[in-house]
């Protein structure tokens, strides 16, 4: 399984920016993020068939979670970046197969390699 995360940049607060990871096949993914010093924790995930999508509460209302199935790529749409949004976000994916949408980072076994926001203030 490969991940490819793309689209972080350098933003100023209150801007928008939408990050996308292209998968080698079709699974239910999952964003997820880390600021220096910080754990891990889970941003958003979407099922198999792009529906279900959940989010963390300290993002839900500015990031929308999508996919596009015909091109195995699930995107986040980022909106009203906050200073505290800036890290580094990985994609993460499960197998199809699963129902259950997971916020653990422990049961995505397939991760790309992130891609950095910095959002200035």
Not at 3 to 8: D, K, R
Not at 30 to 42: D, L, N, S, T
Not at 75 to 92: G, I, S, W
């Amino acid at each position: 399984v490969q991940l490819q995360a793309s689209g972080g940049g350098l933003v100023q607060a209150g801007d928008s920016l939408r990050l996308s990871c292209a998968a080698s096949g079709r699974f239910v993914m999952g964003w997820f993020r880390q600021a220096p010093g910080k754990r891990r924790e889970f941003v958003a995930t979407i099922s198999y068939a792009g529906g279900s999508p959940v989010y963390a509460d300290s993002v839900k209302g500015r990031f929308t979670i999508s996919r596009d199935s015909d091109k195995n790529t699930v995107y986040l749409q980022m909106n009203n970046l906050k200073p505290e949004d800036a890290a580094v976000y990985y994609c993460a994916a499960r197998s199809s197969g699963v129902t259950v949408m997971t916020r653990e980072s422990r049961l995505y076994p397939y991760w790309g390699q992130g891609t950095l926001v910095t959002v200035s203030s």
